[in-house]
């Protein structure tokens, strides 16, 4: 069954590095989410990816993230100068578009943690 | 009023139990209805969509009550294994749009 894969699976780091988390889409999925989790707290969203640009982000999401497809097979999450206050996992997501469903299907996530 | 409500829990039921949980919410504008579970530390794993003329999967039963905004799901003849935090999400277009994730149900199924 194909599913969505996430590296590293823990990311320690730095307060002010910078930071890359991956995703592997579904191979035949169009839209790519990342979602973020904070440990105790509840799913949230951050942004929304569909042909190779943004089509929806949230207030969560400001200048210091960006989402970037580098090639076919990757998304990837970037933020920049973090915060103690980015420790959560992080969970990309895929959809099919026309002909199928909105069923957004997770990846295992990735734990950031930022000292 | 928060966009999307569910009673926290934690339902502690024993083996062979069936349990319901509610999940409510405030925008009228929502289209498509989830359940997902999720285990400790994992990722949700989506467990069924919910249609609006109500959907079974096994022994999993979902409904959607658009007048009272909520969504149901009942889990029939629970096994250890169903113990998760139980999530709803939905969005507000039926392709592509974000979801809104409740905070979840805490279930534990004791033997």
């Known amino acids: 069954e194909p599913e969505v894969t996430q590296t590293p699976s823990h990311q320690v780091t730095q307060m002010g590095q910078e930071v890359i988390l991956r995703c592997v889409p579904i191979?035949?999925?169009?839209?790519f989410y990342w979602y973020r989790q904070i440990l105790g707290q509840k799913v949230e969203f951050l942004v929304s990816?569909?042909?190779?640009?943004?089509?929806?982000k949230s207030e969560i999401f400001d200048d210091q993230f960006s989402v970037e497809r580098p090639d076919g097979s990757n998304f990837t999450l970037k933020i920049r100068s973090t915060k103690l206050e980015d420790s959560a996992m992080y969970f990309c997501?895929?959809?099919?578009?026309?002909?199928?469903?909105?069923?957004?299907?997770f990846g295992p996530g990735t734990r950031l943690t930022v000292l | 009023r928060k966009e999307v409500e569910q009673d926290p829990g934690p339902f502690n039921v024993p083996e062979g139990a069936t349990v319901a949980f509610n999940c409510t919410y405030s925008?009228?504008?929502?289209?498509?209805f989830f359940w997902y579970r999720q285990d400790c530390r994992k990722e949700p794993k989506l467990l069924m969509s919910?249609?609006?003329s109500g959907n079974e999967d096994g022994r999993f039963t979902a409904q959607l009550n658009r007048a009272s905004q909520y969504i149901s799901l009942l889990i029939r003849d629970s096994k250890l294994s169903d113990s998760a935090t139980y999530l709803c999400?939905?969005?507000?277009?039926?392709?592509?749009?974000?979801?809104?994730f409740g905070p979840g149900t805490r279930l534990s199924v004791l033997p």
């Open positions: 999400a939905m969005s507000a277009q039926n392709y592509g749009q974000n979801f809104v």
């Open positions: 191979s035949n999925h169009l839209y």
């Open positions: 925008n009228s504008a929502s289209q498509s």
């Open positions: 997501a895929s959809s099919e578009l026309a002909g199928g469903s909105n069923e957004q299907f």
């Open positions: 919910v249609y609006s």
């Open positions: 990816f569909y042909n190779n640009e943004i089509s929806e």
